[in-house]
Each structure stands twice: as structure tokens, then as C-alpha cells.
């Protein structure tokens, strides 16, 4: 791609072209392109695969390197091979016509790739290496498959993820908005998006209450000394928003909820007695991220985690961890997750603690794990510098692999705060610390789980649960007495009108709305609703006493109508 390119903008530069995950893209400093350029730059290489040539490795000095790079004036290139540390320098030619700074490998010739297998898919910009003072670049983006069929799957699995796309569907649905004048990466939960967040909030703090977790709420502002004792300000700085000045002291708004859980559990002295102590609270955060780099509700400036923090002691992280699991896998079926994909992350380079203390603590997550009855993959020096962790990875509905849970263990706040609990000897020891998040954000759970069921929620967590449709007007009190009736039963309705019926309905099955009580005169003579189902087609005339019953029924059990 990078050579056709360069056959059709003989002025453009090229920098760095990565294959990602189902493709690849590669970055060039030009003039802007638009999506209506792929089309060319896809015919140039479809006449290059045509060609055959033969892909070529030459190993080079790095000398010999930057020779041949100045020669035709490649800046970003040069750039590149400054921060190439192996020797030798790896150079692959394509025939005699082009080359590129490459570690390889490649197939022998361009005719080994199959043309009707590629795709360019998108152009988009992107500054060089992230960096918002360096210049702009073009980047395309495309994928290549071994044969026509996969690359048709894949662009049907492409297809889809845009119908689900949670940020359409949050707009479509009225579920939430980000507005410009507020400010990018700042969520509007709208009513719809709101009672569906009530929802999860309200389902997590029961199954936390029931697991002995103490709710707490937390302010959102805390003195920047805090935050120099607790290390995010000499590690996490750059994820920070800038500081304000309160009556001459600094203050900062929270990037994590960790510290103020800390300052409860300093309030008095603790008893080897007292544990475990576990503390939870729904607590918005705020961090700095790049206009770039926001994205729907997957990337945003504010959000809440749904975080805990669990302090025990050493023989006491297994069975935490365990309680734990179990916590996360209920809640998480609950939404209609459960396939995972787990990771145990091991001590890395730099850390802090005693090996005999790690390795305590990576053994208790190891036991838990078995215990459990979960398979995962290690992660050899992937931990955190302050302790090992687990990470899980929920799949959704197209087989999309999302991070959300997360448990670690923490042997560095605890020594920087200085916590500490009576023994039974009466001597001053340190307790251990658990972060665990099992939903991760709220903001990013939820744009999962529109993704996940694609708009369509379950009638249990449907923001609407049923919509009484009346024929005429004649039909509207008799409509709002059966809404009413609905209501003080506990099911979320609302009546709809001031259309023809057919339209009424189409408009519901639009907006996915779970149930419909059509209402005509025959209806409101008998006292009935002729109910229709998103999932189960029409489902006939019954009285208001039954349909609430199902509802109710279908609510409890998590079942469809």
C-alpha cells in the first residue's frame, strides 16, 4: 500500500505502517485524503500484485541505512531507525521499484496475495507518535485475508458492529448524549440511559450489601497533598487535570477512588480482629485524556467506577479473592455475560515489596483461580509495580473480548499511607490491600451492553417496559388508567398516541420497546389490552391483572414476555 501510494503522491512521506487487529494501516505525510482516494490507491495495488515482484530481505549496516535514507529524503524514516537498537538493519525490497525499513517476514511476491482479499477501509488523522505538537499525518486503514470468504466475513462482522455501534444507538434511543458545550468526553445521561444506570447501580449495591462490602461516598475534590502521598502525582501526572487554588491551598479533582477509601479505614484503629474490611462506592473520577482519543462512552474525561478496596490480612487474600470471583461472575451473568477470558499478571522488573510477600500474594490469586475453576493465561512480569492481578475480559454478543473486571493486589498505598493494625501481640503490622473493579466504569459497561444486545435490552432492564398504543382517542383515559395500574405495580409505561396505529406501532418497534398494549373499543368495553411482543410476535387479548402478572413474572426470572 505504502508503495502505491507513494507511485500516486510522489511528494508523500512515509512514517510507520503496523498490522492491528483484522488488518493494519500506515501513516503518511501528504496531502489530505478522503475516503474517495482508497479507490485508486486500490486499483495501483491491485497492479502491483499483478506484477509478481518479488519480495527481497537485505540485511545493512546502519550507516549503509541512513545513507539510503537520506538519499531520498525520508525525515520520518530516519526517525525510526534512531530508535532501532538491534543490528543488523533489515531493508525489504519490492522488485527493483521500491523499499522500506522492515523486520519481516513477507510472502515471496506480491502475487502470492490474493487482490479480491483486500480492502482499504478508511482514512484518518493522526499525529506523529501521538504527539499533538508534532504534525498531522494521513493514516489508511485496511485488512487482508487469505481468500475472498473470509474478507466477506469479516466485512458482514464490520457491518454489524456498526449497526450496533453504541453511540447511534444511544442517540436513536435518547439513551445519553456528550455535548460541545460542555465539554468533549463529559456524559448527559438522559432519562432512557439514566434508569437503565439506576438499574446496574441498584443491582450492584444489593449483591454488595449481601457479600459484606460497607457502602461509601466519597467527595470528588481532595487536596493535591493527597495526591502526592498516594504517588499519582509523580506517576499519573499527565492523566491529571491541572490543579485550582482554594483560600491559598491546591486542590485536585480525583482521577481514582483509592486514597479517600484509604483515609476512611485511617479514621481509627484497627484490631486484627476487624478483617476482612471491605468498602465499595459507585465514585466518579475524572482524567485527562486527548480530544483525539475520546470515543463515545468507551473513552471519556469523567466516569464512575464502580470500585472497592478489600483490607485483610496475609492469609486471608485467597479466600477474599475467591469471594471476589464469585461476586463478579454473578453480577456480570446478570447482564448476560459469560464467556471470559482471564489473565493472572506476575511481578514486573520494577516493584515494590518483598519477594516473600509476592509471592504469597501471586499464589492466593493462582489458588482462587483453581478453585474457581477458571482457565487463564499469565502474564509473566505484566502486574502492577505495587502487586500482582487478574484482568477479565467479557465477550459479547459478536465475540468482541472487553475489559472490565479487574482485582490487584496493593503493597505500595498501604506503605505510603502508612496503614497499620494491632495484633494479637499487640505489635503494629501492615494489612494488605485489594483494588477490584468488576463492571470497570459505568459509562464503558453500559456502551458495552448497548453494543452487546443492540439496543434490544431485556424487558427487565428495559428503561421502557411497556407502551399502551389506542386506536383513537376515545381510547386515551381508559390508557392512562391501565398505565397507572402498571406503574404502582413496579413496571415501567407510558402511553403513546396522536397517530394512526400502524405508525404507533411502527414507531414503538423502532425505539425497541419490549411491549405493546394496543387499546381499541373493544378493549376499553372488556378491560383488556391485545398485547404484542418484540421477541414473541402477538401474543392475543388478556386482562390488565394477567398482563401485569407476566410482566412481573418475565421481570423476576429474567425472562422474555
Known amino acids: 500500500m505504502a508503495m502505491a501510494v507513494q507511485k500516486i503522491y510522489p511528494d508523500a512521506k512515509v512514517t510507520i505502517g503496523p498490522w492491528i487487529e ?98 482499504l477501509e478508511s482514512v484518518a488523522g493522526a499525529y506523529w507518535r501521538g504527539d499533538t505538537n508534532k504534525p498531522m499525518l494521513q493514516r489508511i486503514y485496511g485488512t487482508a485475508w487469505e481468500n475472498e470468504e473470509q474478507l466477506k466475513a469479516y466485512l458482514h462482522f464490520k457491518e454489524e458492529a456498526k449497526r450496533r455501534d453504541h453511540r447511534r444507538i444511544g442517540q436513536d434511543l435518547d439513551l445519553f448524549s456528550i455535548q460541545d458545550e460542555a465539554g468533549g468526553g463529559l456524559v448527559f445521561w438522559h432519562p432512557k440511559g439514566a434508569i437503565v444506570r439506576h438499574i446496574i447501580e441498584d443491582a450492584w449495591k444489593k449483591i454488595h450489601l449481601q457479600r459484606g462490602y460497607d457502602l461509601l461516598y466519597t467527595p470528588h475534590v481532595a487536596k493535591a497533598d493527597l495526591w502526592k502521598i498516594s504517588g499519582h502525582l509523580d506517576f499519573y501526572k499527565e492523566n491529571m487535570f491541572d490543579q485550582m ?36 462506592e459507585l465514585g466518579t473520577v475524572y482524567r485527562y485524556e486527548l480530544s483525539g482519543s475520546l470515543h463515545g462512552l468507551f473513552r471519556v474525561r469523567g466516569f464512575t467506577q464502580d470500585d472497592a478496596h478489600i483490607f485483610c490480612l496475609e492469609d486471608q487474600i485467597k479466600d477474599e479473592i475467591r469471594g471476589v470471583l464469585d461476586l463478579t461472575e454473578e453480577i456480570l451473568l446478570q447482564f448476560g455475560f459469560d464467556k471470559y477470558e482471564v489473565n493472572l499478571s506476575t511481578r514486573p522488573e520494577k516493584s515494590v515489596g518483598d519477594t516473600d510477600i509476592w509471592d504469597k500474594a501471586t499464589d492466593a490469586l493462582k489458588d482462587a483461580l483453581s478453585d474457581k475453576g477458571w482457565s487463564y493465561e499469565i502474564d509473566d512480569g505484566g502486574g502492577a509495580f505495587y502487586g500482582p492481578k487478574i484482568d477479565l475480559k467479557i465477550e459479547d454478543a459478536l465475540g468482541r473480548k472487553w475489559q472490565c473486571s479487574t482485582i490487584q493486589v496493593d503493597f505500595n498505598l498501604p506503605e505510603r499511607f502508612d496503614i497499620t493494625y494491632v495484633e494479637s501481640n499487640q505489635e503494629r503490622k501492615r494489612p494488605i490491600m485489594i483494588h477490584r473493579a468488576v463492571l470497570g466504569s459505568l459509562e464503558r459497561f453500559f456502551g458495552v451492553l448497548v453494543e452487546h444486545y443492540a439496543g434490544d435490552f431485556p424487558l427487565w432492564l428495559s428503561p421502557i417496559q411497556a407502551r399502551l398504543l389506542p ?22 409505561a407510558e402511553v403513546y398516541s396522536g397517530e394512526r396505529l400502524p405508525k404507533l406501532i411502527r414507531m414503538s418497534e423502532k425505539l425497541k420497546i419490549p411491549l405493546m398494549g394496543v387499546v381499541g373499543e373493544k378493549e376499553t368495553e372488556t378491560q383488556t389490552v391485545t398485547v404484542r411482543s418484540r421477541f414473541g410476535g402477538e401474543l392475543g387479548t388478556m386482562g390488565v391483572d394477567d398482563f401485569i402478572c407476566r410482566i412481573k413474572h418475565a421481570i423476576e426470572n429474567r425472562t422474555f414476555f
Open 22 to 119: 483484522n488488518g493494519f494501516y500506515y501513516d503518511f505525510d501528504t496531502e489530505p485524503l478522503a475516503d474517495k482516494d482508497l479507490k485508486k490507491i486500490k486499483k495501483e495495488m491491485d497492479r502491483i500484485i499483478g506484477k509478481n515482484l518479488p519480495l527481497i530481505r537485505e540485511e545493512v549496516t546502519r550507516d549503509e541505512a541512513q545513507k539510503r535514507i537520506m538519499a531520498i529524503n525520508e525525515p520520518y524514516k530516519m526517525e525510526i531507525l534512531e530508535s532501532i537498537k538491534e543490528e543488523p538493519i533489515t531493508i525489504y525490497h519490492i522488485g527493483n521499484e521500491w523499499w522500506d525499513l522492515c523486520a519481516g517476514p513477507h510472502v515471496e511476491s506480491t502475487g502470492k496475495i490474493n487482490r479480491k482479499a483486500v480492502e
Open 245 to 280: 487554588e482554594i483560600e491559598d491551598e491546591l486542590y485536585q479533582l480525583r482521577p481514582m477512588n483509592c486514597p479517600y477509601h484509604i483515609l476512611v479505614y485511617k479514621r481509627k484503629l484497627h484490631s486484627y480482629r476487624d478483617f476482612p474490611i471491605r468498602v465499595a
Open 471 to 492: 386506536v383513537t382517542d376515545s381510547q386515551l383515559e381508559y390508557c392512562n388508567q391501565v398505565k397507572e395500574r402498571l406503574k404502582s405495580n413496579g413496571i415501567r
